[in-house]
């Protein structure tokens, strides 16, 4: 095997890996080097996203809206189930079966476009070499032309609260309980947390969410941040605003967890704690001195908008990098840069991004809240459209939530659009590719919708925003 390539990759995640594929679909010769480890010692591609965060998440989640929508609203259309059990056993084995087909499947891709993988730990040094450390300690030396820089993330740990992997644990850890906690705490209602505490909370679980920021969801447009606020707390979560964690201790009965909100010092006691507090750049033993790649004060990898470090050839894409911390973003990048080392035009929008939190009711918006567009200075109208009136969300039983957008009062440009209801990560796709050529209110207006589709809410918000909805009143 040749030990000299084009281009290196470090780091075969959701950013990595495609960098990797698209560099080798350019007849550029590549190789792909990852260090993930499972519990139980196998390796794997594929990163956080399939390994411990997307893949397995949205697994739960769509296990748990299913038992949850089996209790609460088969009746509703006339199904009467005597009784509904939950293997959580067996819940957790089909979630595991789907990441390792997913991450087996990276390894065929890898075969077919030409990617050789090495596993192990990967290690910049000066001159474009890359040290590569396998599980046993073997070294190995590349040579590159090119090297990309796709090491992610790490869950952020709190001062206070240690993880002991069994009863505080992170994000990971939350995806793997054996058994439904009764008292569940989970710190920070994020995305993540937001996301883990509907899991457990639909099968029963009594979740506390303490959020140390006054604000529910303070990246998500007002009003919809206020009705996701309203359903989470119907669906039980415990959600604590204003409170900030400062200890957590092992007693008998539990973690006793300490935390200060406006009336003073308070303290509950649960059986698991999750701690979702954000993620933060991981890069530990990536750069050797002398590279020339610089890290932020945040500890990010430092890049321009093309994702060019400073150092000649040298790439960073994905978590490790400034910007969402998000797959898909780190997706666009590293295929970006496969194109721009490979000669040809690449360019990733940062405005047109798409956010997706994958709760009930779902959330996703993309590009300005309307309190962005207004601090901003722009003179903005506004849309919005109930799932209530959409006659396919009634069939579906999933009324709840709206369709908002944003639009220039002049220009009659989109500048965001903000989902909350059914497949809202569904319908954002939509709206970001309206975003994505620059589109108008009136091109989305003059788009003819499929009925009855939950689309149709978009186009209403539309026609909404110039007071010419059909199926609501316009006031
Ligand atoms: C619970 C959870 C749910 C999530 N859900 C979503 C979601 O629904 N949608 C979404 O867009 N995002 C989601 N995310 C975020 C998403 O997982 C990340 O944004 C994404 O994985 C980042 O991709 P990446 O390739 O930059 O990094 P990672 O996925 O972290 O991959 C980096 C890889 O590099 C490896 N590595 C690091 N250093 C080295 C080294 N020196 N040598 C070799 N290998 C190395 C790591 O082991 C890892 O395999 C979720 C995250 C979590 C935790």
């Not at 206070?160 to 058994?179: H, I, N, P, T, Y």
């Not at 994020?190 to 006054?214: D, H, K, Q």
Request: glycine share 10%.
């Amino acid at each position: 095997m040749s030990d000299s390539f084009d281009v290196i990759v470090i780091g075969g995640g959701p950013a990595g890996y495609p960098a990797a594929i698209r560099a080798a679909q350019n007849k550029l010769s590549v190789a792909c080097i990852d260090a993930w480890t499972n519990r139980d010692g196998s390796t794997a591609f594929g990163g956080t996203c399939l390994n411990a965060g997307c893949i397995p998440s949205k697994a739960l989640l769509e296990s748990t809206e299913l038992y949850h929508r089996a209790q609460h609203e088969f009746a509703a259309h006339g199904m009467k189930l005597e009784r509904i059990s939950l293997d959580v056993a067996l819940m957790q084995k089909r979630k595991t079966a789907i990441v390792k087909g997913m991450t087996q499947g990276i390894l065929s891709l890898f075969k077919s476009a030409g990617v050789t993988p090495f596993t192990g730990r990967g290690r910049l040094l000066p001159g474009l070499e890359v040290e590569v450390t396998g599980a046993d300690g073997a070294r190995r030396m590349l040579q590159a032309k090119h090297v990309v820089l796709a090491s992610g993330s790490e869950p952020m740990p709190l001062r206070g609260v240690d993880f002991d992997g069994k009863q505080v644990v992170d994000s990971w850890g939350a995806l793997e309980f054996e058994a439904i906690p009764k008292r569940l705490l989970v710190i920070g209602a994020g995305v993540i947390g937001l996301e883990l505490g509907s899991v457990w909370r639909r099968l029963g679980a009594e979740t506390v969410v303490l959020e140390a920021l006054e604000q529910f969801l303070p990246m998500a447009d007002a009003a919809v941040s206020k009705e996701a606020l309203r359903h989470f707390r119907k669906l039980g979560l415990d959600i604590r605003l204003g409170a900030k964690v400062s200890a957590s201790k092992m007693e008998k009965d539990g973690v006793q967890v300490s935390y200060t909100d406006a009336k003073g010092g308070q303290s509950l006691v649960f059986d698991r704690v999750i701690v979702a507090i954000g993620r933060r750049p991981y890069t530990k033993d990536l750069l050797a001195e002398g590279t020339g790649v610089a890290l932020d004060a945040r500890g990010f990898v430092e890049v321009d908008d093309h994702c060019r470090t400073g150092a000649e050839n040298i790439w960073a894409v994905g978590d490790c990098v400034r910007g969402p911390m998000l797959a898909h973003k780190g997706k666009e990048e590293g295929v970006a840069v496969a194109d721009q080392i490979a000669g040809l035009y690449a360019h990733v929008n940062y405005k047109a991004i798409p956010s997706v939190i994958y709760t009930a009711p779902e959330i996703a918006w993309v590009g300005l809240t309307e309190e962005q567009a207004k601090a901003g200075g722009r003179n903005v109208k506004v849309g919005s459209f109930p799932f209530a009136a959409s006659g396919r969300a009634r069939a579906m039983e999933a009324g709840a939530g709206f369709c908002k957008i944003v639009a220039d009062a002049g220009s009659d440009e989109i500048l965001g659009i903000h989902i909350i209801g059914p497949m809202a990560g569904e319908l954002i796709a939509e709206a970001v590719l309206a975003m994505e050529y620059s589109a108008s209110c009136e091109d989305l207006q003059r788009t003819i919708h499929a009925h009855p589709t939950l689309s149709e809410a978009l186009h209403e918000a539309a026609l909404a925003a110039d007071k010419r909805a059909i199926d609501i009143p316009n006031r």
